[in-house]
């Protein structure tokens, strides 16, 4: 916040929109509330990352923060990803969002432009595999229902591994609880790079030299493990 209101009109702000990468620490509505009226109130141009909708709280759920957010202000960009809640990591499927001023279809144009000349020198004309698929898939209701029943499972999934995480409490050195009320697929914990090494040398588990770890890759069976070994690394 202290940034936000430091900030100039012009400047850019990045936020996630939901299941924040690397931590999983996300805000609340009461503080994307916040968040909005500072951004206003400072004239400042939001840049809005959504790359996990639907694996937080909900598909819905996990939009309400940042649409609040968005109905406050005139202008904003929106950048949107499939990979993680299709499963489309190769194909890098997704959308750019331009919210512009109702009515200012100068400033639209002139982002659109910019836009459609920097996606051509990037990559020209990407491939439309991943993205016709998800297109046959939203159009068809049964398949939509399928989709969104694999999102819920995944999503009830990561909660019951960040629920078993936050039951163990204190492990070594490192506060488990805090990752019960966190979303997502990522966490950071409060280990060192030595530790690090240890947990992948000793107990064969690996993870970025951040301590960020993936949730998504602990499941029911291997879990008690991974605690014993955060708690054999940190004691």
């Known amino acids: 916040m202290a940034a936000i209101r430091g900030a100039q009109p012009g400047d850019g702000v990045l936020l996630h929109g939901c299941c924040h990468n690397p931590t999983g620490i996300d805000y609340s509505l009461e503080d994307w509330a916040a968040i909005g009226d500072a951004v206003a109130e400072t004239g400042i141009f939001p840049i809005i990352d959504t790359a996990y909708q639907g694996l937080g709280d909900g598909l819905e ?71 016709a698929a998800i297109r046959l898939i939203l ?20 909660r019951q591994v960040r629920e078993r995480l936050a039951e163990a409490g204190v492990a070594g050195g490192v506060d488990l ?5 966190q979303n997502g697929l990522f966490s950071v914990l409060p280990v060192s790079k030595e530790q690090v090494v240890r947990l992948r040398e000793e107990h064969g588990i690996y993870m970025a030299g951040s301590g960020r770890i993936n949730i998504a890759g602990l ?17």
């Open 61 to 131: 759920e996990d939009a309400a923060g940042f649409r609040s957010l968005l109905a406050k202000v005139p202008e904003a960009f929106i950048a949107y990803s499939c990979d993680k809640n299709f499963g489309m990591y190769r194909d890098r499927v997704g959308a750019f969002y331009i919210l512009a001023g109702e009515g200012d279809q100068e400033t639209l144009q002139t982002a659109f432009s910019n836009a459609n000349a920097l996606a051509r020198a990037s990559w020209s004309m990407p491939p439309d595999h991943g993205a």
């Open 177 to 181: 609880a805090p990752l019960g009320r």
């Open 219 to 235: 499941t029911m069976d291997n879990i008690d493990k991974f605690i014993g070994a955060v708690a054999d690394v940190t004691a």
């Open 139 to 158: 159009r068809d209701p049964k398949m939509t229902q399928d989709w969104l029943d694999e999102l819920d499972t995944m999503r009830t999934r990561m």
